[in-house]
């Protein structure tokens, strides 16, 4: 079992930053990956970033790259996205879930066991 738990969320105008943090507890291991979701009312849940812990490697969506940055505290066990440069498209509530996997990690939400209540994000014009 893996307990998720997400913070930093908030209201900004856009342009402006916000930080979530993921903090994760329970069976953490090396093949876990942990990803960050989004979904606004109406829509499907969309991948926005992933933290692969077995080689520490980060992928990010083309919606978000270059303005979104992971970075992880392994003494605290939580993840964090640096969100920068925020569009009022990015209006949604923010999941962290995670998977352990044996290979690659995916980003379709349905692959992921675990995911916390979610933080939401407002970004207005």
């Known amino acids: 079992q893996v307990q998720l738990v997400e913070s930093g969320g908030g209201s900004v105008q856009a342009g402006g930053s916000l930080r979530l943090s993921c903090a994760a507890a329970?069976?953490?291991?090396?093949?876990?990956?942990v990803s960050w979701f989004r979904q606004a009312p109406g829509t499907e849940r969309e991948w926005v970033a992933t933290?692969?812990?077995?080689?520490?490697?980060?992928s990010y969506a083309d919606s978000v790259k270059g303005r979104f940055t992971i970075s992880q505290d392994s003494a605290k066990n939580t993840l964090y996205l640096q969100m920068d440069s925020l569009k009022p498209e990015g209006t949604a509530t923010y999941y962290c879930?995670?998977?352990?996997?044996?290979?690659?990690?995916?980003?379709?939400?349905?692959?992921?066991?675990?995911w916390g209540q979610g933080t939401q994000v407002t970004v207005s014009s």
């Open positions: 879930e995670a998977a352990v996997v044996w290979g690659p990690c995916g980003t379709l939400a349905p692959l992921y066991a675990y």
């Open positions: 329970g069976a953490i291991s090396s093949r876990t990956c």
């Open positions: 933290y692969r812990r077995a080689d520490t490697t980060v």
